[in-house]
């Protein structure tokens, strides 16, 4: 199983930019997918996530309102919208996914994508 991150990009504050995930070798059994991010000197934390049916979805307090996790099985792919833009949200996204329910730990899940850089500037 691998995941591939991208669509990270420089964007300024009140911005949007659209991140997407790619699983390959996916697993035959139903599995969580989420996003993580990780600030330069802190430590990697838990985004957003959406259950193998789409009506599971869990965000962190700091995106409520303004990120949007999706995903589409048949594409193997999972999407992170993010809306209205801070510097604080300037980070290193990782997508990731893990058998059966979503969590929000990141030693719960078992397959990391590579991550992908997004900036915002004021």
């Known amino acids: 199983v691998q995941l591939q991150?991208?669509?990270g990009?420089?964007?300024q504050v009140g911005g949007s930019l659209r991140l997407s995930c790619?699983?390959?070798g996916r697993p035959n059994y139903p599995?969580?997918?989420a996003?993580?991010?990780q600030a330069p000197g802190k430590e990697r934390e838990f985004v957003a996530a959406v259950a193998w049916n789409s009506v599971i979805l869990k965000y962190a307090d700091s995106v409520k309102g303004r990120f949007t996790v999706s995903r589409?099985?048949?594409q193997n792919t999972a999407h992170l919208q993010m809306n209205s833009l801070t510097a604080e949200?300037?980070?290193i996204y990782y997508c990731a996914a893990r058998p059966g329910n979503i969590r929000d730990r990141v030693s719960q899940y078992d397959y990391w994508g590579q991550g992908t850089l997004v900036t915002v500037s004021s």
Do not use: H, K
């Open 31 to 33: 599995y969580g997918m």
């Open 35 to 37: 996003w993580f991010r």
């Open 22 to 24: 790619v699983i390959s």
């Open 5 to 7: 991150a991208f669509g």
């Open 72 to 74: 589409d099985n048949a």
């Open 9 to 11: 990009g420089l964007v």
């Open 89 to 91: 949200d300037t980070a």
